[in-house]
């Protein structure tokens, strides 16, 4: 017998729209991702990262930046720099010169350490995240699956996002 088929009743009540009360969504949560591949869980977060338009996704590509240790950080930026490719990211590079990210790329390097990555504001990887969604707006599902194995910090959006994500993978499963 599988996880999901042990919280059955959990995965049919969030695949029927139904949200229990707000202190239920951590618990929820917790066994969804144990049951759930990381496939499912990707996609539950790209449901939840999509689900406000860019703005959105970039706050929460932020909010996710701000809560990761240095490789992790290093994984989202490097896949907004590669969704991103040379004209978009040179574009917003132009925008955003005297930024630290700016510094780091303005010898034509593609790619950051999880030192480098450590070192970056936030607000720059939000700016950066809001200007490669308006370009491709896939740069969802990437980020989406670098942060899929790390439940933990797709519980640091709320209670919200949870939520869509969980009804995201229970349809996936019901």
Same mark, same amino acid.
């Given at each position: %017998? *599988? ?15 139904? =949200?229990?009360? =707000?202190?239920?969504?951590?618990? $929820? ?10 496939? *499912?869980? +990707? ?16 706050? %929460? ?14 994984? %989202? ?5 590669? =969704? ?19 510094? /780091? ?38 980020? *989406?699956?670098?942060?899929?194995? $790390? ?5 640091? /959006?709320?209670?919200?996002? %949870?939520?869509? +994500? ?9």
């Amino acid at each position: %017998m *599988s996880l999901f088929d042990e919280i059955g009743s959990l995965v049919a009540q969030y695949a029927a729209g139904q =949200t229990p009360a =707000t202190g239920a969504v951590n618990e $929820h949560f917790d066994q969804m991702a144990q049951a759930a591949p990381p496939s *499912s869980m +990707a996609a539950g977060l790209a449901a939840a990262l999509g689900s406000g338009g860019s703005g959105e996704f970039a706050q %929460m590509a932020s909010q996710l930046f701000s809560n990761s240790d240095g490789a992790q950080q290093a994984g %989202m930026l490097n896949s907004l720099l590669a =969704t991103a490719g040379p004209e978009v990211l040179q574009q917003f590079l132009g925008a955003n010169a005297g930024s630290g990210l700016a510094s /780091l790329l303005s010898g034509g390097q593609t790619q950051v350490t999880p030192d480098q990555a450590a070192s970056i504001a936030p607000e720059e990887v939000q700016a950066l995240a809001q200007h490669v969604h308006n370009n491709d707006p896939s740069v969802i599902n990437r980020v *989406s699956e670098i942060y899929a194995e $790390h439940p933990t910090l797709i519980k640091s /959006l709320g209670t919200a996002a %949870m939520g869509i +994500a969980m009804r995201e993978i229970a349809q996936r499963h019901a």
